[in-house]
């Protein structure tokens, strides 16, 4: 994050433009709608700015040239001349005064800078580059303009209108946040955006009742959510419309930081996370924080890596929150097979290599890699296998033991689906050698069979990948 994103008050506040063209206009506008008291300096005005300032007693114009004596009890600066020493002095003087300075289209003279709006008062949605690509935060805020009807507008003054009456009936941050998002969620919402601004507010009226007399021990609910193999695009849409309600978000080690950061800012967040060996939680100690934060009334996120009902203990924590009366969903999430697979440019099922695909873990219960080889060597299948790479050298001569050639085609993919993204090609006679030569290591997957033979034909992206990667 280039930028801290803030949003300042600027009501009656002195704020300094220096400039007074076009460019300096624009600025001005917003300053003048954020009811800021606006200086301009600037030797010659244009017909523009002379304009506002009769209209707008906040506006003063100053025709002289910049000087720091008018930095004086300045909240903060703009420069917008066509004078780079000019702007540069401003820049300065602002720092030397501790003053917030933009000096226009030149972010590294800027302390702060002004992002491209949605305005959706008292709702306002602010798109930044860092300066870096000013017109493509224009472009994004043209999308946002066109998904965001104005009529959400109307719906922040309806909650502004009875905010202090929940907040007097609903005693909790919990109840209020849930709340709020039944009523913007839901018909209350629909009737403003219908313009039937009376049913809205009977509406909000009836729900707030509703809530007012709900028991304290009303338990909140679970939602075990597949967090795909890292590409935050993989998520489902229902995942991030709940990992947006969660007061509480319980994840793993496996869950890459973009997809965090997708979560509701304000939840709390606990990691679980759990590597061979060493267990930062313990399994029945996750199950316990789960019931006891529904129980509370909290809605809560499981947030793991792939599928939870594929390798994730999905099914271990559905069981505890039946046992326990606790109300949950599980929404699937791409397992990192497929993600792994499909990045890679390695189909698991193709009618010359494999007809089948079987997947297994490599970290047993007890610790072990004592699976059942002589099932898993099968000719025309794919053999996918989790968490294998700490007994790679074991799978790989046990399958050859158990029948498999010594020359099938083996890829250890690390980070699967991340910008970084490694992958190991060889075979099962070779492949321990190649991860250690590529610097292969957790979290990786391991995908066995003749559909690897295909990775040099269909995994251009992937090659491109790990280039970029490389001269990173």
């Known amino acids: 994050m280039d930028y801290f994103p803030i949003f300042t008050k600027l009501e009656g506040r002195h704020c300094l433009v220096i400039g007074a063209g076009e460019v300096a206009t624009r600025k ?72 917030f300075a933009n000096v226009v289209d030149t972010p590294e003279l800027c302390s702060f800078i002004t992002p491209a709006i949605v305005d959706r008062a008292p709702i306002t949605i602010a798109i930044s580059s860092g300066g870096k690509a000013p017109v493509l935060a224009r472009l994004i805020r043209g999308k946002l303009e066109s998904m965001i009807p104005a009529a959400y507008g109307k719906l922040g003054k309806l909650a502004e ?20 998002e039944d009523i913007f969620e839901g018909a209350t919402a629909e009737a403003v955006f219908a313009n039937k601004d009376t049913e809205a507010e009977q509406q909000l009226t009836q729900l707030l009742n509703q809530y007012k007399f709900k028991t304290q021990s009303t338990p909140g ?25 969660a007061d509480i978000v319980v994840y793993d080690r496996l869950v890459s930081k973009s997809i965090l950061n997708l979560v509701r800012r304000d939840a709390q967040k606990l990691y679980v996370g759990k590597q061979r060996a060493k267990h930062c939680v313990p399994q029945g100690d996750i199950n316990k924080k789960l019931i006891e934060f ?3 009334g909290k809605r809560v996120v499981r947030l793991k890596g792939g599928d939870p009902y594929i390798f994730g203990r999905g099914g271990e924590e559905a069981q505890a929150l039946v046992k326990a009366g606790i109300s949950f969903q599980v929404i699937p999430g791409i397992t990192s097979a497929a993600g792994a697979s499909t990045f890679c440019g390695i189909p698991l099922t193709h009618r010359d290599y494999a007809q089948s695909v079987t997947f297994a873990t490599g970290h047993l219960k007890n610790g072990t890699v004592d699976l059942n ?31 498999l050639k010594s020359k099938t085609s083996v890829a250890v993919i690390q980070n699967a689906t991340r910008f970084a993204q490694k992958v190991a090609i060889g075979s099962l006679e070779t492949i321990v050698k190649d991860v250690k030569q590529k610097q292969i290591e957790s979290p990786a997957i391991i995908i066995i069979g003749d559909v690897v033979k295909m990775y040099n034909e269909l995994n251009k992206e992937t090659l491109d990948l790990e280039w970029k990667v490389a001269s990173a």
């Open 28 to 99: 001005i506008e917003l300053l003048l709608q954020a009811m800021a008291q606006v200086i301009v300096i600037a030797p010659e005005v244009c017909s523009t700015i002379q304009s506002l300032a009769l209209h707008h007693s906040n506006l003063k114009i100053i025709q002289k040239s910049y000087d720091s004596s008018f930095l004086t009890n300045v909240y903060l600066v703009i420069a917008a001349t066509n004078n780079r020493e000019v702007n540069q002095q401003v820049y300065q003087d602002a720092e030397q005064h501790k003053i």
């Open 161 to 180: 209108k009875f905010r202090e009456r929940v907040k007097q009936t609903l005693k909790t941050g919990t109840e209020r946040k849930n709340f709020w």
């Open 221 to 245: 609910e679970v939602y075990l959510i597949g967090a795909g193999p890292g590409d935050p695009d993989l998520l489902t849409f229902k995942a991030l419309r709940l990992m947006q309600k």
């Open 294 to 296: 529904a129980q509370q």
């Open 373 to 403: 080889w002589q099932a898993l060597a099968q000719t025309n299948n794919t053999l996918v296998i989790y968490m294998g790479l700490t007994g790679l050298k074991t799978i790989t001569k046990e399958l050859i033991a158990h029948g």
